[in-house]
């Protein structure tokens, strides 16, 4: 008796869903693996100061927890007034017990990223660098800021450089 296997075939409709767009993120470029590393513990405010390390949290660090899963991340964000003044840092435990710390204070989190790799990516980050430096590329993509919107003839109205959120619209 012969069994027929069916094919099925799925068609796409429509634009990519969210949960697609965010595997894609997930398993673009290198893959961050922390071998040496036994846990990452972050501490930075929770809001108003200390952009580059919460554009790591947010960017970087759900790629380096899907690709190291048994990774142990602890992140603080804790609250701090405009009188206070405290660096975000990253501690960085490694498996032999030794501890290393990353100042985050004004960087990008390429930066961040760069540090944390050169501390625990071990020899697959060197040879990544390598490859990348040989093809006259940087071993992590800087982001670039999105550009702001310019007034064109379509818009009624003048968009004032100078001012940010609804201010823009006034005079």
Same mark, same amino acid.
Do not use: S
């Given at each position: 008796m012969a069994v027929k296997a069916a094919s099925i075939v799925i068609e796409s409709v429509g634009p990519p869903s969210r949960l697609s767009k965010v595997l894609a993120s997930l398993r673009s470029g290198y893959k961050p693996q922390l071998a040496d590393v036994k846990s990452l513990k972050l501490k930075y405010a929770f809001r108003n100061d200390h952009w580059g390390a919460r554009h790591f949290v947010k960017n970087d660090l759900p790629r380096i927890q899907y690709v190291n899963p048994k990774l142990a991340v602890e992140v603080a964000k804790i609250p701090k007034s405009k009188d206070e003044s405290w660096k975000p840092e990253m501690t960085v435990e490694l498996r032999d017990g030794t501890q290393k710390i990353i100042d985050m204070d004004q960087k990008w989190s390429s930066s961040i990223y760069e540090e944390l790799?050169?501390? %625990?990516? %071990? =020899? !697959?980050? @060197? @040879?990544? *660098?390598?490859?990348? *430096? !040989?093809? %006259?590329? =940087? !071993?992590v993509e800087i982001p670039v800021p999105a550009a702001r919107p310019q007034a064109s003839s379509s818009m009624p109205f003048q968009i004032n450089p100078l001012k940010t959120g609804a201010a823009v619209m006034l005079p």
């Open positions: 790799m050169e501390i %625990g990516g %071990g =020899p !697959a980050w @060197q @040879q990544w *660098k390598e490859e990348r *430096k !040989a093809e %006259g590329l =940087p !071993a």
